[in-house]
T-cell receptor
Framework: NAGVMQNPRHLVRRRGQEARLRCSPM?????VYWYRQLPEEGLKFMVY????????ESGMPKERFSAEFPKEGPSILRIQQVVRGDSAAYFC??????????????FGEGSRLTVL | DQQVKQNSPSLSVQEGRISILNCDYT??????FLWYKKYPAEGPTFLIS?????DKNEDGRFTVFLNKSAKHLSLHIVPSQPGDSAVYFC????????FGTGTRLKVLA
């Protein structure tokens, strides 16, 4: 009965390093969404994935950011050559279907990235 | 270009009274409208939603109203309780939800 699991909860990286954030959706959910929340701002959509497919990545920065949701294992958001502006909370959400009765997304606790 | 706006960054309400949180949107093609509650250092928690074919949805103390002609969404909490103090986000979309910037609600005991 686990919810959406994200790890690590906190990640510290120096400029130029790589950050990898993982998300395991709720059991039975095949749709994963990544959102980013900068300090004092709302959640910004980044990418929507289904198993092995990127459906919509219109919110992803064009460079350094990538996401995947392999057939086996968690979804991974990868940020290469991190910069201070990447410091944010990254939230993952999942849903069982795009046409759910309530339209609800189930969110994880988030991964807070700090770039020194 | 912000498609979903929450113009009030904060709201204070006395315990037992009604809290009304507002949200405006620009895209008439949105299918679903959702409200989430968020505590610091936690993920957003779903509260209530409404589809574009309805104008009201109620769940206990929470009621969401949708005015499609005005492209306006509101959340009513009655009666407000101190535990309701949190940041409330509205979101709108179809599969990709656009979130507002949030309203910080403080319910005073």
């Amino acid at each position: 009965n686990a919810g959406v699991m994200q790890n690590p909860r906190h990640l510290v990286r120096r400029r130029g390093q790589e950050a990898r954030l993982r998300c395991s959706p709720m059991k039975g959910h095949s749709h994963v969404y990544w959102y980013r929340q900068l300090p004092e701002e709302g959640l910004k959509f980044m990418v929507y994935l289904q198993k092995e497919n990127i459906i919509d990545e219109s919110g992803m920065p064009k460079e350094r950011f990538s996401a995947e949701f392999p057939k086996e294992g968690p979804s991974i958001l990868r940020i290469q050559q991190v910069v201070r502006g990447d410091s944010a909370a990254y939230f993952c959400a999942s849903s069982p279907d795009t046409i759910a009765n309530t339209g609800e997304l189930f969110f994880g606790e988030g991964s807070r990235l700090t770039v020194l | 270009d912000q498609q979903v706006k929450q113009n009030s960054p904060s709201l204070s309400v006395q315990e037992g009274r009604i809290s009304i949180l507002n949200c405006d949107y620009t895209n008439s093609m949105f299918d679903y409208f959702l409200w989430y509650k968020k505590y610091p250092a936690e993920g957003p928690t779903f509260l209530i939603s409404i589809s574009s074919i309805k104008d009201k949805n109620e769940d206990g103390r929470f009621t969401v109203f949708l005015n499609k002609s005005a492209k306006h969404l509101s959340l009513h909490i009655v009666p407000s309780q101190p535990g309701d103090s949190a940041v409330y986000f509205c979101a709108a979309g179809t599969y990709k939800y656009i979130f507002g910037t949030g309203t910080r609600l403080k319910v005073l005991a």
